[in-house]
């Protein structure tokens, strides 16, 4: 079973993921992001990762207030829209840029 460390930061829900058994631990860090953000819920691979990624995920948290519901189509749509113009989808995304800007150009 997949556990997970669920705790309120700031007004954001955060979900660490702890997985119990050697088989989930690989399948956990095969996930394709260290954290992800979907309104005030951030996941993460680990509660070392929510920690290390905090602040940069708080920027997602904040593109969500600003765009409401609309931020959760206009980040892949803006992903795809960089890879249509043979850019990478994550780094050259607006909302990543802005993120990673923010916390003084890393994550």
Sequence with gaps: MVGAEIKSVAGV???SLAPRSAVLCKAVACLP???????HIVIARSAQEQAALRQHERVH???YELWGPLFLVAYPLESLFQLL??????LDNRFEI???????GSH
């Design 33 to 39: 992001f260290a954290a992800i953000t979907f309104g």
């Design 61 to 63: 948290v904040a593109q």
């Design 85 to 90: 113009c043979g850019r990478k989808p994550y």
């Design 13 to 15: 829900l955060e979900v």
């Design 98 to 104: 802005a993120a990673r800007a923010a916390c003084g």
